[in-house]
């Protein structure tokens, strides 16, 4: 007897069907001897309608209340494919955030798993019935509701497998792996039978869709191998696990992209200790994520800082930018560009391979391609293009490696 856990997003339980067909796929691991537990996100579509209807009332809602209010999304789901389950014979029941002892700490609507207590589960499995835990939510250490932010209920399943200890973590949508790249941009991208953590770090980090990279974190924190697979198929999905050495023979395992990017560009700073830390506590302060970061020295002695963040965040980091101006400098002054896009290529291969950057760079100048920003680690070089260019910049990057080749044994 195997313990699984599984994860359905919400496009897999988005219609009565599908959570009919949910069921059926946990009743067939149950026949098969099986103990489950599944981690369900809210019906596809809801979690934006209760956001709507909360803007409709109040422009700035209360995060507090907004937890309150987006908890019950999962909430729902869980009731029904509980139903689902029990009108096919299978013994199932229903646990909160809560009540499967999630404890969270940080702030509300971005709350971060602490710790989990999986008694309440545990006993539920022993009496032999299936579990199905609302993702996306826990509790905090004084009781209040909290929401865990993009990708929570990923994080809840990986976190409930690893609380559990689970032989299986099945991460469950509606696409059937991880990807050389998307294959709405790139219709020859192949599908991956394994990734390593680091990986698919990158490759989340970097703009793409199929996890957070926050989940991927934690599984690589807790060892949890768990494989990326579709809730509407049987088909083999992508393995992530630890790095393996064979996994170097890849030199690129892909390209991710990732839209509606933004840069500030801060002039006139004077170069002096503790400068860069004003500019970048602001900004924590104000809860943005920045991504890539160049700083340089100008001959007259003064710094340039640019980095990138999300489009939507712009206005924020001028609103929090504006302040520490006139504590650096008379004349510093703010720069921004929106419009960009970010294209990254990744691969643990970098590590003993030279010349990745020269052949991504030679294919994208070869297809008249700019680029601005770049930024590397060790496994991944990632540039920032015009928007309106990242589709063919990704296809161009993807045949320059053979991408849609399969590697050879």
């Given at each position: ?8 997003g ?7 069907d ?7 796929r ?11 537990v ?10 934006d309608?209760?956001?709507?209807m909360?803007?409709e ?6 995060e ?15 009731a029904?494919v ?16 809560r ?25 539920y ?7 199905i ?8 250490h004084?009781?209040?509701?909290h929401?865990?932010g ?16 689970a ?5 469950l949508?509606d ?8 294959p709405?941009?790139?219709?020859d991208?192949?599908k991956?039978?394994?990734?390593s953590?680091d990986?698919?770090l ?19 924190k807790?060892?949890?191998v ?5 809730s ?10 630890e790095e ?31 400068n860069s830390?004003k ?5 924590a302060d104000?809860?943005i994520?920045?991504d ?5 020295i100008a ?12 489009t939507n ?13 006139g504590?650096?400098?008379s ?12 294209l ?27 680029i601005?920003m770049?930024?590397?680690?060790e496994i991944k070089?990632?540039v ?14 993807h ?11």
């Open positions: 007897m195997a313990l699984i856990v599984q994860k359905y919400g496009s897999s339980v988005g219609s009565i599908r959570i009919r067909n949910v069921a059926s946990i009743k067939k691991l149950r026949d098969e001897g099986n103990q489950v599944a981690v369900v996100s809210a019906m596809g579509g809801v979690t309608k209760l956001i709507g909360a803007n009332l109040n422009e700035s809602p209360p507090r209340e907004l937890d309150v209010l987006l908890s019950s999304g999962e909430q729902q789901s869980i029904l509980c139903m689902a389950l029990n009108d096919m014979g299978v013994e199932a029941v229903s646990a909160t955030g009540q499967a002892g999630i404890r969270t700490v940080g702030s509300h609507t971005r709350g971060r798993i602490d710790e989990i207590d999986p008694t309440i589960v545990q006993g499995l022993a009496e032999g019935k299936v579990v835990v609302a993702g996306f939510q826990g509790v905090t004084d009781g209040l509701i929401t865990l993009r990708g929570g209920s990923d994080l809840s399943a990986i976190a409930v497998a690893a609380s559990l200890n032989d299986v973590c099945q991460i949508t696409v059937d792996g991880v990807y050389t790249c998307d709405r941009v790139v219709k991208a192949r991956l039978p394994e990734i953590y990986e698919m990158e490759m989340a980090s970097s703009g793409s869709k199929v996890m957070q990279s926050r989940s991927v974190e934690f599984a690589k807790y060892g949890v768990f494989e990326v697979c579709s509407l198929n049987d088909n083999p999905g992508t393995l992530v696990t393996h050495p064979a996994m170097e023979a890849v030199v690129i395992r892909g390209v991710s992209i990732e839209r509606s990017q933004a840069r500030v560009t801060i002039t006139e700073i004077p170069d002096k200790p503790g830390a500019i970048l506590g602001c900004l104000a809860e994520n920045i890539m970061i160049v700083s340089n001959s007259n002695g003064m710094a340039r800082h640019s980095f990138t963040m999300h965040d712009l206005g924020r980091a001028q609103a929090a930018l504006k302040p520490v101006l504590e650096l400098s004349e510093a002054q703010i720069e921004t560009e929106a419009g960009l896009a970010k990254s290529t990744v691969g643990i291969g970098m590590r003993s391979h030279s010349g990745v950057a020269a052949k991504m760079f030679q294919a994208l100048g070869s297809a008249g391609i700019n601005g770049i930024s590397t680690s070089i990632s920032t293009v015009e928007e309106t260019n990242i589709e063919d910049a990704a296809r161009v990057v045949e320059a490696f053979d991408l849609d080749k399969k590697p050879e044994a």
